[in-house]
């Protein structure tokens, strides 16, 4: 049974850096892309950022490119998402998926079958 596991949220100020962790198991991920993607009250679910398990090609949203990064420890089985000059318009949950997608996919979160519990990230201004 595949279970991805968030961890790392928390409140921060306006400038600052957290690193979110998700930890998956279950299952081999070798062709499997990984997705964040981030839902705030009253708004629908928008895709942050991707990362092909294979050969690690990333994918971003335009208004996190050149603050958030992601990467992979493929030994650990976790994907992060490091997010720098964190503003309080990324207060939301975090959430991340994971499935086979395609290039043209990873931004959609209805091509994700698989989905972790989310973590808070709160950014004080």
């Known amino acids: 049974q595949v279970q991805l596991v968030e961890s790392g949220g928390g409140l921060v100020q306006a400038g600052g850096s957290l690193r979110l962790s998700c930890a998956a198991s279950?299952?081999?991920?070798?062709?499997?892309?990984m997705g964040w993607f981030r839902q705030a009250p009253g708004k629908e679910r928008e895709f942050v950022g991707a990362?092909?398990?294979?050969?690690?090609?990333?994918y971003y949203a335009d208004f996190v490119k050149g603050r958030f990064t992601i990467s992979r420890d493929n030994a650990k089985n976790t994907v992060y998402l490091q997010m720098n000059s964190l503003k309080p318009e990324d207060t939301a949950v975090y959430y991340c998926?994971?499935?086979?997608?395609?290039?043209?996919?990873?931004?959609?979160?209805?091509?994700?079958?698989?989905w972790g519990q989310g973590t808070q990230v709160t950014v004080s201004s």
């Open positions: 990362i092909r398990w294979s050969g690690g090609s990333t």
């Open positions: 998926a994971a499935d086979s997608c395609s290039r043209a996919t990873v931004q959609a979160a209805y091509n994700y079958g698989y």
């Open positions: 279950g299952r081999t991920f070798t062709y499997y892309t």
